[in-house]
């Protein structure tokens, strides 16, 4: 098992900037990919990015391409999310996830979820 615990979540104006962090514990000597997604209401949960379990691939989102970026700490055991240049579109709930190895951008590939972070953009 895996847990996982987002934090960094926040009340930002438009244009901010804020990060994200997402703490593995659990069986993490096992090689496990990571990965953002968000919900927002009314709406179904995206993909946001993705890191494989090296941290030698990534993966983003069209909409936040350019904004976002995602890295990861391997000695901590965390992943983190840093969000520029943020809009009112990217307000929603934020999930961090986990599963073996590789990253994938479906929801549904996942293993392990987080409880999630709100992100709210103000504008």
């Known amino acids: 098992q895996v847990q996982l615990v987002e934090s960094g979540g926040g009340l930002v104006q438009v244009g901010g900037s804020l990060r994200l962090s997402c703490a593995a514990s659990g069986r993490t000597s096992s090689p496990f990919a990571m990965g953002w997604f968000r919900q927002a209401p009314g709406k179904e949960r995206e993909f946001v990015s993705a890191i494989n379990w090296n941290g030698g691939a990534t993966n983003y989102a069209k909409s936040v391409k350019g904004r976002f970026t995602i890295f990861k700490d391997a000695d901590e055991n965390t992943v983190y999310l840093q969000m520029n240049g943020l809009e009112p579109e990217d307000t929603a709930v934020y999930y961090c996830?986990?599963?073996?190895?590789?990253?994938?951008?479906?929801?549904?590939?996942?293993?392990?979820w987080g409880l999630g972070t709100q992100v709210t953009v103000s504008s």
């Open positions: 996830a986990a599963r073996p190895y590789s990253f994938a951008t479906t929801a549904g590939e996942y293993n392990y």
